[in-house]
C-alpha cells in the first residue's frame, strides 16, 4: 500500500514538473528552474548534537562547499538533537516550504516516527539525496574475550545464552537493531549494553570490559590499530573494497561478510540522508540535488569517505524514492518483531 | 624524559608568532563566551569550527583549545560578580565568591579566582606531559563498575561532608536526581518524566537549570531583601590585585589537595563539574577555616577554581589518547579533529607526534596568556559593579534569560529558567542547599547510567562494584567518606562540638 502510494506521489510530482517546465518552456523561462540560487544564508539543520556521526558528515559537506566555493551564500550548521532527532524534523515542519534550511540525517527521519511519539510526519519531509552508506562492523577484544573470528562468537554465544555482552551506542537505535538482527539471524541470545556513543562502547571492549560490540570503522579503526580489538565482520552484502592493510596484515578488504561467517545479516548499513521541507519549491530541491553530488566529488569529501570507509552511493528522485519506501518497510518488520513499535501504530 | 624532548619539539611549534596571535584571539573570545552564561565553550567552540576548516590542525586545535581556556577563566567572573556561573563548572566559585564580591571584595575574589585557576591548569599539564602513556592505559581499565565508583565518591564527599541539616541534603539530593532523570533513558531508550510535552525528551540541560537557580533565584532574593552589594568599595588598583596574588602562596595545602582532586577527576570520568564540587566539599571539610566556607572565604574560592581547571585541562588527554570526549567541549573538538583528517585515538601519540605535543606547548602557553588576559580584565568588571542595582539588575535579567535561549535556542528554556529561579529562590528563603541539588542534577544521570550497565553485564549481581581492586578500593574510599560525619560525631564529637556548631547555624 505504502510503496504505490508513494509511488503516485512521485510521478504526480514529476508530471506537475514537466508540465509547467512545458508551458513555460517557449517563453524561455525554463532556464530558470536550474538557476534557482539561495541569496541569503542557508542552515544546514543536523538531527544530532555537535561532535556526531552527522554533525561531522555535515560539517564535512559545509567544508567541501565553502572551502570550493560551490556556494554563494554562507552555510550555518545548526544542531537539533532533541527527542533523538526528531527536533530537527520538526524544525522542517514548522518552516514549510523554506529552500533556506536543509536537513542532514540518516535513517532516523523514517525510523524514528516507528518507535516513539514524535512530532512530525513523512509528507513533512521532501527527500533530496542520500549520499554515503556507513557500515556496521562486529567487532570482539581478542586478548581479553578470546573471540577471533565470527564463528567463535558465535560459539560461546551458544553455549553461554544470555551471558555474552554486546555493546553499542543507545537504545532501540542502528545498534540494537542489528544485535536483534543478529540473534535471530544466528540463533542465539545476547546481552546488549548501550552506552551514550559508539566510541563509548569501544572502549569498554578495547578495556576488556565487554566481549563485543557493533560500530562504524571510524570508531574503532584506532583501537584496532592498537592491537585492543578486532573486527570479525562486516554487515553488507558484499565485502569492503578498500585494500589497504590497517593491522596484522589484514585490510578492510580482508574482513569477512557475516553472511559468510555464518550470520545471515546482510546490508545492515546506514543511509547519510539529506532532506527538505514539505512545499520548497521543485527548483531549490534540484539545486542542492546538484549541489550534494558537487559536495561528493571533492577531494574533501573523499577523504570522508575514505577514513570511514564508506559506501559511495548517491541517490536522488525516484531512485531515492523507491529505497526510502523499501527502507521503511524492512524498518516496520524489525520494529514489529522487536515489539518497538508504537502502541498505537500496531 | 622522552616526553620531555617531544615537549620541547612541540614548544618549537607552539611558539611561533603566528600560534602566538592565534592563543590571544583565542583566549579573548573564549573570555567572551565564557561571561556570557548560556553560550558556554561548547557553543563557542562549535561556532568557531568553520574558521578552522581552512586553517593547518595545529593552528585550528589551538585556537579552539585556547577559546576553551579563555571560557573557563570567563566562567568564574560571572559567577563572582552576579552569582551567575558562566559555566558548568564554575558552580562551586559561587559559594563564596560572591558573598566576597558583596562584602567589597570583588577584586580580590576575582584575583584569587584567577591566580589559582592558573595554577590548577598548570598542574594538570604538567601531569598530562608527564604521564600521557600510562594515563592512556590507566583509563581503558574503567569499566561500568569504576565509572559509577568515581561518581560514588563525588556524591559520598559531598554528603558526608555537607552542613546543615542531613534531612534538607537529603531532600535535595533526591529532587535533583529527579531533574536529572527527565528525558530519553539511555538504558531502555524511553521518555522519562516528560509529561508528554515533547521539548523535555531531551532533558533539562544542566546550565538552564543553574542560571535559574543561582542568577534568577539571587535576583528575586535581592530584590526582597534589598540591594546589598557593596561593588562602590571595589577598589580598582593594581596593587590589590598583585597583594591578592602573593597572598596565594598561603593556601598551599588547599591548591595542592584540589589540584591532586582535580587531576584525578579529570583523568577518571568525573570531569571539571564534579572536581570544584568534590574540592569544595574536601576544603570545607579539611581546612581549619572550614566553618566560614559559604560566607566569603578565599579558600572557599581557591578549592573549586583550582581543582576545576586542573580537571578541565587532564580531562583533554583521554580525548586524545582514547578517541573519548571528557566533556561537551572535548565531543565538538573531536569533531574538528575529525574533520581536520587525524583521528584520535592510541595511535595519534605515534602518527602525529608533532600535533599533540604542539596541542599540550601550546596548554602551557595558552593558560599564561589567559591568565594575564584575564586579570586585566578584572578593572573593566569591577567598574560595572559601581553601577547601581537599577542598572545591574536588569542587566543580570536580560544576561540570564538570553544565556538560557542560546543553550539550544528553545524559547521553552527561557520558562524552564525562570521555574527554576523560583526553586531557587524558595530553597534559599527555606535554607536549603543548593549544591547538592545541582550535584545531583549533573551526575545522577551519568552515576544511573553506569550502574544499570554494570548490572546488565553482572546479570544483577551487586558484587561486581568489589571484585576488581581499582573498583573495591574506589567504593571503600566512598563508604570512608560517606560515614566520616557519622565516625567523627561518634569518636570526636566532643571535641568537634563548637565547629559543627558553627557549621549547622546559618543566617
Known sequence: ?346 | MGNFGQLMDGFVVALTMHHVMIMVIGVLLGLVVGVLPGLGAPNGVSLLLPLTFTMDPIAAIILLTSMYWGALFGGSTTSILFNIPGEPSSVATTFDGHPMAKQGEAVRALTLAFGSAGFGAMVGVVVITLLSGWVANFALQFGSPEYFAVYFMAFASFIGMAGGSPFKTLVCIMLGLAVGTVGMDTISGEGRLTFGITQLTNGISFLIVVIGLFGIGELLLTIDEGYKFEGVKAKLSLRVILRTLAELPRYWVTLLRSALIGCWMGITPGGPTAASFMSYALGRRFSRRGKYFGKGEPEGIVAPETADHSAGSCALLPMLALGVPGSATAAVMMGGLMIWGLSPGPMLFTTRPDFVWGLIASMYLGNVIAVVLVLATVPIFAWILRAPFTVVGPLIAIICLIGAYTVSNHIFDIWVALAFGLVGYVFKKLDYPLAPFVLAVVLGDKAEDAFRQSMLSSGGSLSVFFEGSLVATMMGIGILLLSLPLLTALFGGLFRRGAEEGQTSRP
Open chain 1, 1 to 346: 500500500m505504502k510503496i504505490t502510494s508513494l509511488r503516485n506521489g512521485a510521478s504526480l510530482r514529476t508530471g506537475v514538473l514537466t508540465a509547467s517546465a512545458l508551458a513555460v518552456g517557449l517563453t524561455g523561462a525554463t532556464a530558470a528552474l536550474a538557476e534557482w540560487k539561495p541569496n541569503r544564508p542557508v542552515e544546514l539543520v543536523v538531527s544530532a548534537g555537535p561532535g556526531g556521526g552527522s554533525d561531522i558528515f555535515t560539517r564535512v559537506v559545509q567544508a567541501a562547499l565553502t572551502k570550493n566555493k560551490l556556494v554563494e551564500t554562507p552555510l550555518i550548521v545548526v544542531n537539533k538533537p532533541g527527542g533523538s532527532g526528531s527536533e530537527a524534523f520538526n524544525y522542517a515542519e514548522d518552516n514549510v516550504g523554506s529552500p533556506y534550511k536543509v536537513y542532514f540525517g540518516t535513517q532516523d527521519a523514517y525510523v524514528l516516527p516507528l518507535g516513539t511519539k514524535v512530532n512530525y510526519a513523512m509528507k513533512d519531509l521532501t527527500p533530496v539525496a542520500s549520499m554515503v552508506f556507513d557500515v556496521f562492523i562486529l567487532w570482539s577484544n581478542p586478548k581479553a574475550s578470546g573471540i577471533n573470528t565470527a564463528q567463535e562468537f558465535v560459539a560461546k554465544a551458544k553455549e553461554n545464552p544470555g551471558k555474552v555482552r554486546v555493546a553499542g551506542a543507545k537504545a532501540k537505535d542502528a545498534d540494537e537493531t542489528v544485535v536483534t538482527l543478529m540473534e535471530r539471524a544466528a540463533g542465539i541470545d545476547l546481552a546488549y549494553i548501550p552506552y551514550k556513543s559508539g566510541s563509548e562502547a569501544a572502549i569498554q571492549v578495547a578495556g576488556g570490559h565487554i566481549e563485543a560490540n557493533t560500530n562504524n570503522p571510524s570508531e574503532s579503526l584506532e583501537q584496532w590499530k592498537a592491537g585492543n580489538q578486532k573486527p570479525l565482520c562486516v554487515f553488507t552484502s558484499a565485502r569492503l573494497t578498500d585494500k589497504t592493510v590497517v593491522a596484522d596484515g589484514m585490510s578492510w578488504a580482508d574482513i569477512p561478510t557475516c553472511v559468510e561467517a555464518g550470520i545471515d545479516v546482510k546490508d545492515f548499513v546506514q543511509p547519510r540522508t539529506v532532506w527538505m521541507a514539505a512545499d520548497v519549491p521543485p527548483e531549490a530541491v534540484a539545486y542542492y540535488t546538484e549541489l550534494m553530488k558537487k559536495a561528493m566529488e571533492t577531494p574533501e569529501f573523499k577523504d570522508y569517505t575514505t577514513r570511514n570507509v564508506q559506501i559511495t552511493k548517491f541517490m536522488a528522485g525516484d531512485e531515492l524514492k523507491t529505497f526510502l519506501a523499501e527502507q521503511t518497510k524492512n524498518y516496520e518488520k524489525i520494529y514489529a518483531d522487536n515489539n518497538w513499535l508504537l502502541p498505537a501504530s500496531q
